[in-house]
């Protein structure tokens, strides 16, 4: 049976850990306290997880870290596709903040004129399915 629930955050101790079982082996954890997601598919060795790590921005890698269960947490994308997205935005694991964009029409090719959003937008939005 599957359930939505607040618990305490595994990664910030935070009381506001939206946790959501998806079915029998899939649960989502994404803390509105510092910001980070994870779920039971996201640990070293997962076929999920190796996926991940093949199309994420190099900084969502730097700034990973695996709680107690193994679960590794990295920054929430939130997409609102008619609104926009929030992500980690920055060059390095030191050097970061979170960042936004509105959503506006776009073509693909538009994305493609250098800059670190334009470099990385394409690859988080195709992850996401967002890509018009
Ligand atoms: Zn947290």
């Known amino acids: 049976m599957s359930y939505d629930n607040l618990i305490k955050c595994e990664r910030c101790e935070g009381d506001a850990c939206y ?13 509105y306290g510092c910001g980070f997601q994870t779920n039971t598919l996201m640990k070293k060795g997962e076929e999920f997880f190796e996926q991940q790590m093949e ?3 190099d900084l969502y ?22 609104k926009g997205m929030v992500f980690a935005n920055g060059t390095k694991a030191s050097d970061w903040r979170w960042s936004s964009v509105k959503a506006v029409p776009v073509k693909k090719e538009s994305f493609m004129n250098g800059g670190w959003i334009c470099r990385q937008l394409p690859t988080m939005m195709k992850k996401i399915s967002w890509m018009p």
């Open 61 to 82: 890698k730097e700034l990973m870290g695996e709680d107690d269960e193994g679960k590794v947490w990295m920054p929430t994308v939130i997409n609102l596709p008619s």
């Open 19 to 31: 946790v959501q079982e998806v079915n029998e082996s899939i649960t989502n954890y994404m803390c």
């Open 55 to 57: 199309t994420l921005p």
